[in-house]
């Protein structure tokens, strides 16, 4: 048995290389393969291309590589032409896999999007592409699936899968200790993933940082790094700046957990900050022109994963295309000052955290795709 699986992002990486190995535990003769990044080579995935090296958003952003998605495209559709696999499985990324299920379903292979796009959020009606082009959608979100089958797409939901990554975390004891030594509260800076989104959060990020350490001296802050590239570039733009502040690459969850709140560009670390139960102010700050696309076609009020979750706002949150440190550093100070305040966004962080932080969901996700595979007869536990 084959899956191909396709995943064009950092946290889609982490996503297919927990998935690959639950379909393993399953099945350890299958096969997995398709686009994606390390942690699915690591896994037992064969990569056809590195996509999530080629992690890319925003229009300008994704025509510059067009020929390149056109090449992988075609790439694709000969191997389903030839190898054909028993299923398609698409891990969020949407604008590139909308085509890696239209030709799927040209081949008729069965096609599961696992992590779907927000469609509920905005423009939601991209559903019509759910409709024509895939056949299961597994749902990480729990008002995902009536969402889903309202509108008549098989769905079922599984539990977001990034608590899987989450549940198996182990933190640096010495990295962790080495910190604590160094007096004061931390705040954790944590600046997105995609090099995109570093460039234009950075700034707002250093200027919080200024803010908060003009009130609160005693203050230190701790740069979640992403790669090298990334900590050689934020290195750069602090170079000068006269902060207590120092970058990491590989300790996010070491950083998070060490903070007494943190500023995030808005991603999946939200769910990151809520299992460890961190109060956190996000921002995500685009282009003016990408600012009026996301306003015309966003339909939910809140940004963060958080937020939505819990139905209200938890995390102050800005999407917005100018630097809202001001407004963020109030948040901060607000919470490193007032303990109450603090103490009161823990709590709810804790009672969402136990509501829907629950993992396995690509274990369910696994026993779900091989009983829907037509002719696999694979039991799947309800």
């Known amino acids: 048995m084959r899956i191909f699986i396709s995943a064009g992002e950092p946290s889609g990486d982490i996503h297919g290389a927990n998935l690959i190995r639950s379909l393993k535990r399953l099945d350890p003769q299958l096969e997995c393969v398709g686009f994606g990044g390390d942690r699915m080579a690591a896994a037992g995935g064969r990569l056809l291309y590195p996509l999530c090296r080629l992690a890319v958003m925003w229009i300008a952003r994704v025509l510059a590589n067009a020929p390149v998605f056109l090449q992988l495209l075609s790439q694709a559709d000969r191997y389903f032409r030839r190898h054909r696999p028993d299923a398609v499985v698409l891990i969020d990324y949407p604008g590139f896999n909308w085509w890696i299920a239209r030709r799927a379903r040209f081949h008729g292979i069965p096609v599961f999007y696992f992590v779907p796009p927000q469609l509920w959020a905005w423009a939601g009606w991209r559903v019509k592409k759910m409709q024509r082009w895939v056949d299961h959608v597994l749902c990480p ?54 090099n995109q989104e570093v460039e234009r959060n950075l700034p707002t990020l250093i200027e919080t940082a200024t803010l908060i350490h003009a009130d609160r001296p005693d203050v230190k802050f701790l740069v979640a790094c992403y790669n090298q590239a990334q900590r050689e570039f934020v290195d750069a733009c602090l170079d000068g700046q006269r902060l207590p502040i120092a970058t990491f690459t590989g300790r996010t969850p070491e950083i998070i957990h060490l903070s007494h709140a943190c500023v995030a560009v808005s991603g999946s670390v939200g769910l990151e900050l809520l299992y460890h139960g961190k109060p956190a102010a996000v921002v995500y700050r685009v282009g003016w022109l990408d600012l009026q696309i996301c306003r015309w076609f966003k339909t939910t009020p809140f940004i963060s994963l958080v937020n939505l979750l819990a139905e209200k706002e938890l995390f102050p949150e800005y999407l917005s295309n100018r630097s809202e440190a001001e407004a963020v550093s109030r948040h901060i100070i607000g919470w490193l000052n007032d303990r109450r305040a603090y103490a009161e966004v823990s709590r709810e962080l804790v009672a969402l955290h136990e509501k829907v932080a629950r993992p396995g969901a690509c274990d369910r996700a696994a026993e779900y795709i091989l009983a829907k595979i037509p002719g696999r007869g694979f039991r799947f536990a309800a």
Do not use: M, N
């Open 141 to 194: 979100l729990p008002f995902e699936e009536s969402w889903y089958r309202d509108r008549g797409v098989a769905a079922h939901y599984i539990g977001h899968p990034y608590f899987d990554e989450l549940s198996g975390q182990q933190l640096a004891s010495a990295f962790l200790d080495g910190q604590r030594d160094r007096l004061g509260p931390i705040i954790g800076l944590l600046p997105g993933s995609r």
